[in-house]
Structure formats: structure tokens, C-alpha cells
């Protein structure tokens, strides 16, 4: 709803009147009415025009203030007021200044005689020069025109400002929205960071399991034979006991008794063949052992997750490391082939580079369905400046590739093509993280149905 409120204050009634006619609808039919009949028209299609203000009147400055006053109260201010400059009691500047104070926003027209002020004079007493002026005698359309345009002003002002108040208040919800929206995507790329960890873990930890399962598996067989061969041996010792006896006491029927049992004894228990299991037992058990011993070894190098400092690392050695904890997941469909170059030690986050290995085979290995290859090169390229000496790490799997399209966004967070719950897309976008760090590069090149090869450069001395 426009605001079309206009204050007149003027001590003349005859000028109040003029204001009526000029500014009010009735006059303004009535003008068309009397045209309409001149011409001989109907006059009911006469569309009421855009004089429609609601006039308020005032005979003094002082009433005039009162009313502005009151509008502010009763939340109907004016838009407008048209102010006579000479008027018994206040004059017509003195009556601006105090409605201004009162109503910052409504737009004030002195309206003053030839001789009594200059507009330089009003605005020093009134002290803003936002005022407009007005001659009298006035011109009724100069009066249309004013009331017309500092209507729209008015009201244009209270849109604008109504617009930056809800511009404000979208603004700040935006903001909260984003504020929480941010906390939500912190909290969420936590909770996944976890999860890949959990996963990575996971993994190791079953493929650990598998890996110490086997050897133990043997162990434990190895150890209950070697329990019963014992228990065969220890009578057989006893069984030489009593023959000493018998030979210490000279009694020959009974010592030839004792060699015949002793004889017996040794074929239906297979002493023979316990005395050659024995030890193969043994070597076995101990290859089992060491091959624990191995995996462990392994696993503390791989999982020295808290010393995060930077250590002189063999790349290949890492690699290795990383192969045999996933040794179970590729035994059976995967072979992988190993290129290894003679390479310089590199200093290095030794774990946070073997993670990073073991995102890019981890992918390899799912990406391929059936059996495939994974091959692994390494390098030292020298280059004479320090950025030049790097490691050159070439993974490169037969699996089902990746489309080009999809190429610009594999190092993006959460970016997956795998199924919900498989992949958390983290994984590349971590690896980047560590070799970046490194002060390294990661590249890939891939072709669907092919296979895909991921370069990473490493350089030799990082600082
Ligand atoms: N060797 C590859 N062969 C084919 N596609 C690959 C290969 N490596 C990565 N991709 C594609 O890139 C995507 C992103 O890989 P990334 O390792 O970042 O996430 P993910 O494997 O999907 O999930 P996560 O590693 O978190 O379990 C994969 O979903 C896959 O589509
Ligand atoms: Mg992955």
C-alpha cells in the first residue's frame, strides 16, 4: 500500500481550498466531467486518474507539528507537506526544522511569496538543504507535479530501505546457513577422514590376520605332532631305563625281554620316521615364526602413525612394505610386477607416503574385476637442478580405466564412482595432500578399458 499522505499548512483558507481542488480526485472528476459534457460523453468510463492523495490540513505551524506527530503515532506518517513560509505564530522554516526533527523522512515544499525569502535564506534557518521551494503565486500543475514526484521519492526511499532491511536479514541467514553449513561439511569430512582411516585399518588389520593366521596354523599342527612324538620318545626313554636297570642287575631274561619290547616299540610307533619329522617340524616352525616376525616388523613401519617426523626413507622399501600388507588382497586375482630402480633415500613423512601408495594400489586392485596386472616402476631421475632430482614412482594397472571426463575430478574430495558405503572418494584427494606436501606431483593417465598409470615425482632433497 503507497503511502499518499499529504500535510498543507497554511493560514489561508482560500490557499487550502486551491490546494483541495488542485490535489484531490473529486476536483479532478469533476474537471473531467464537465469536459466529458462539453463533448457530450458519458461520463462513467472516466477512469479516476493518479490524483487520489489524502490531504490533511493545518492553519498553523504549531497544528502542523502536532499532526506529524500524531501520523508517527498512529503509524500513518505523510509523505509529503506543502508549508506556507509566513504565518502568524511559528513561520514556515521554524515549522520544517521541528517536523524534521520529528520525521526525518518526509519531504518538506516551502511555499513562499516573491519577495520574502531567497531559498539560501530557508535552508540556513532550516539547516538541510533537502528542502524543496515554491513560488506563489503557484501554478496548479507545478503543485500536481511536486505533490506526484515527492510522493513516489517517499515511497521509493521506504521500499529501498524496507529492501536493504530484508537484504540485511536474508544476508545474515545466508550467512548462518553457510556458517552451518560449513560446520556440517567440517564435520561430516571428519567423521569420512575417520572412516578412511578406519577403512585403511580395517584392511590391515584383516590382511594381518590372514598373514600371521597361516603361519600360527602350521605352528600350532607342529607343536601338538611334537607333544605326541614327545610323549613316544619319553617312553622310549623310559623302556632304555628299565633296560639299564636290568643290565645293572645282570638278569639276562629279562634284558633280552626289555630289547624285544624296545624293538617292538620303536617299529609300531615309528620312532624312526619321528626322529626325521622332528626335525623338519622344527625348521618349519621356525620359518612360521620368522615369517610373523616379518609381518610385525612390517606393521610397525607402516603404522608409525604418531612420529610424524620426517625420516630418510627407501621408496621401494616402502612400497614393499605396503605390498605385503595387501598381499591378501591381490594373492589370488592379481600379479604384480615389480620394475625397482636403484634409488637414492629420500627424506620423508615414511608412513604418510606409504598411505599414499597404498591409496593408488588400492584402487588398482579395485579396479580390476577379474585377473590383472599391477606393475610397479621406480626411478631416480637426476636433474641438475634440485627440483629435477626426483623419485619417479610409476603404478600401472590393467583395470577398467577411467573416462576422461571424470579425469579433472579423481584428486577431488569425495569424488567416487563406487557404490554408497565402498568408497568415501578420500582416498586420491589424500594421497595428493601427502605429495604435495612433499613438494612432489601426482599425474594419471588412463584409458577406459585399458588401464590406468599414476606418475608421482618425489623430489630427492625437499628443502
Ligand atoms: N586405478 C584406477 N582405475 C580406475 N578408476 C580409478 C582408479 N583410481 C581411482 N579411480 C577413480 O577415482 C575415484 C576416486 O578415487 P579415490 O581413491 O579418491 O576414492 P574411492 O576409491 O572412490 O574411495 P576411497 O578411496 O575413499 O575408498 C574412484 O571412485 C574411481 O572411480
Ligand atoms: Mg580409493
Known amino acids: 500500500m503507497k503511502n499518499r499522505r499529504i500535510l498543507i499548512i497554511d493560514d489561508d483558507p482560500g490557499i487550502r481550498e486551491t490546494y483541495h481542488n488542485i490535489l484531490t480526485l473529486k476536483v479532478k472528476k469533476e474537471i473531467l466531467s464537465k469536459g466529458a459534457n462539453l463533448f457530450n460523453k458519458k461520463t462513467n468510463h472516466i477512469k479516476q486518474k493518479q490524483i487520489d492523495f489524502k490531504l490533511s490540513m493545518s492553519t498553523s505551524g504549531e497544528d502542523g507539528i502536532d499532526k506529524v506527530r500524531t501520523s508517527l503515532e498512529n503509524d500513518e506518517p505523510f509523505a509529503a507537506a506543502f508549508i506556507d513560509m509566513k504565518m502568524p505564530g ?41 528542502i524543496f521551494y515554491l513560488r506563489k503565486p503557484f501554478n496548479p500543475e507545478e503543485i500536481k507535479q511536486f505533490a506526484r514526484v515527492l510522493v513516489k521519492k517517499w515511497n521509493l526511499e521506504k521500499e529501498k530501505k524496507l529492501l536493504s532491511e530484508n537484504l540485511k536479514s536474508t544476508n545474515e541467514q545466508l550467512e548462518d546457513i553457510n556458517k552451518n553449513l560449513q560446520e556440517k561439511i567440517n564435520k561430516q569430512a571428519k567423521i569420512l577422514a575417520q572412516n578412511e582411516k578406519m577403512t585403511s585399518i580395517g584392511i590391515l588389520a584383516a590382511g594381518v590376520a590372514h598373514e600371521i593366521n597361516n603361519p600360527i596354523a602350521f605352528i600350532k599342527g607342529n607343536l601338538s605332532a611334537i607333544k605326541k612324538y614327545n610323549e613316544r620318545l619319553m617312553n622310549l626313554f623310559q623302556m632304555y631305563g628299565d633296560l639299564e636297570d636290568s643290565i645293572n642287575n645282570k638278569d639276562s631274561k629279562s634284558i633280552t625281554d626289555f630289547i624285544n619290547d624296545i624293538a617292538d616299540y620303536k617299529r609300531t610307533k615309528k620312532i624312526d620316521f619321528i626322529f626325521e619329522d622332528i ?62 630402480g636403484k634409488l637414492p633415500e629420500i627424506k620423508c613423512l615414511s608412513q604418510k607416503i606409504s598411505q599414499a601408495f597404498m591409496n593408488i594400489i588400492l584402487n588398482s586392485i579395485q579396479a580390476i574385476d577379474e585377473k ?92
Open 90 to 130: 511559528i513561520d514556515g522554516a521554524e515549522t520544517s526544522k521541528k517536523i524534521w526533527e520529528l520525521d526525518p523522512d518526509i519531504k518538506i515544499v516551502i511555499v513562499t511569496a516573491y519577495s520574502e525569502y531567497t531559498p539560501d535564506d530557508i535552508i540556513r534557518v532550516i539547516g538541510n538543504d533537502e
Open 279 to 340: 626335525i623338519s617340524l622344527g625348521e618349519e616352525s621356525l620359518d612360521g615364526a620368522i615369517r610373523v616376525e616379518n609381518i610385525v616388523k612390517d606393521l610397525k613401519t607402516f603404522s608409525r602413525v604418531d612420529k610424524s617426523e620426517f625420516m630418510d626413507t627407501d621408496i621401494n622399501e616402502s612400497i614393499e612394505v605396503t605390498l605385503n600388507i595387501l598381499r591378501n588382497e591381490t594373492k589370488y586375482k592379481i600379479e604384480i610386477v615389480k620394475n625397482y
Open 372 to 463: 590383472g596386472t599391477i606393475t610397479i616402476s621406480t626411478k631416480h631421475i637426476e636433474g641438475r637442478r634440485r627440483n629435477d632430482n626426483v623419485v619417479e614412482i610409476i603404478i600401472k594397472d590393467t583395470g577398467n580405466g577411467i573416462p576422461e571426463e571424470n579425469i579433472s575430478q579423481l584428486f577431488d574430495p569425495f569424488y567416487t564412482t563406487k557404490p554408497v558405503g565402498k568408497g568415501t572418494g578420500l582416498g586420491l584427494s589424500i594421497t595428493y595432500d601427502i605429495i604435495i606436501a612433499h613438494g612432489g606431483s601426482i599425474t594419471v593417465a588412463s584409458e577406459p578399458g585399458v588401464g590406468s598409470e599414476f606418475t608421482i615425482k618425489i623430489p630427492v632433497d625437499m628443502h
